[in-house]
């Protein structure tokens, strides 16, 4: 089946997302004091000491993970033992995955709102962005194309 239009915005939108989160997360870790993304202020709102923990996240959740999927929705890898965790869904696991992965920044940018607020112009792009990947990813044509 040959790959529907609609993948290859999706795959766009994953990787916005993965350079976000590779950009947020590293910086997290080179400076933990916040400083560096001008986010210093918000630490006291925080229950951590620094942002190496929300750093961790970013760089695995919002940067790592989406790579993997891209290339996973491009290349559709037969591994085993993922096939047989999301086989309930019906689809590719990578499909999956990206369903689970909005799931995780919307739950992500709720923790945010409710501990600093939601003001950020940042926020309400990586929320777009989330819903696209969404949309995206629901579509007929790409549901279609992950469907085991």
């Known amino acids: 089946m040959k ?17 976000g ?9 080179l400076d933990p004091t916040g400083k560096l993304l001008q986010a210093d202020q918000l630490l006291p709102l925080l229950p951590v000491p620094n942002f ?3 750093g961790l996240f970013l760089l695995f959740m919002m940067g790592l993970a ?8 491009l290349v ?8 047989a965790f999301f086989r309930w869904s019906g689809h590719h696991w990578a499909w999956t995955g990206t369903l689970i992965l909005c799931a995780v920044l919307a739950c ?10 939601f003001t950020a112009p940042i926020q309400f792009v990586i929320a777009v962005t989330g819903v ?9 044509a790409v549901r279609k194309y992950y469907r085991m």
């Open 108 to 117: 992500w940018l709720t923790v945010q709102a409710l501990m600093i607020g």
């Open 66 to 73: 989406p790579l993997v999927l891209i290339y996973a929705l």
């Open 132 to 140: 696209l990947i969404l949309l995206f990813a629901l579509l007929p």
């Open 3 to 19: 790959q529907p239009p609609a993948l290859w915005i999706l795959l766009l939108w994953l990787l916005f997302l993965a350079f």
């Open 52 to 54: 190496i923990l929300p």
């Open 76 to 83: 559709r890898p037969r591994w085993g033992w993922l096939d």
């Open 21 to 29: 989160g590779l950009y947020g997360g590293i910086t997290m870790l």
